[in-house]
Nanobody, 116 residues
Framework: VQLQAFGGGLVQAGGSLRLSCAAS????????MGWFRQAPGKERELVAR????????TYADSVKGRFTISRDNIKNTAFLQMNSLKPEDTAVYYC??????????WGQGTLVTVSS
């Protein structure tokens, strides 16, 4: 599966952005999807993940209640709705996919910058 992430940009603190991850191929619905981020000088971290059916979602503690992960298996797209953004959310965001084990397919990053 090939992934393409987009939707990043510059937003003021308290604002919102919606990231999208478009997937190629006919088997998107068989993949678990995840959103990761990497801030300058920091390690990449898992922000949110969603099961293939969308019935199971988990979030990093730092984004719980502010971010929502979702997917549309008809449109082969995963989303990350980000609300109440904080400057510490500034990072390059990546979408990823896996069928088991580690996330093995990665999209290019999209930069999110939150100004204070």
């Amino acid at each position: 599966v090939q992934l393409q992430a987009f939707g990043g940009g510059l937003v003021q603190a308290g604002g919102s952005l919606r990231l999208s991850c478009a997937a190629s191929g006919r088997t998107f619905s068989s993949y678990e999807m995840g959103w990761f981020r990497q801030a300058p000088g920091k390690e990449r971290e898992l922000v949110a993940r969603i099961s293939w059916s969308g019935s199971s979602k988990t979030y990093a503690d730092s984004v719980k209640g502010r971010f929502t992960i979702s997917r549309d298996n008809i449109k082969n797209t995963a989303f990350l709705q980000m609300n109440s953004l904080k400057p510490e959310d500034t990072a390059v965001y990546y979408c990823a996919a896996k069928r088991g084990g580690e996330f093995e397919y990665w999209g290019q990053g999209t930069l999110v910058t939150v100004s204070s």
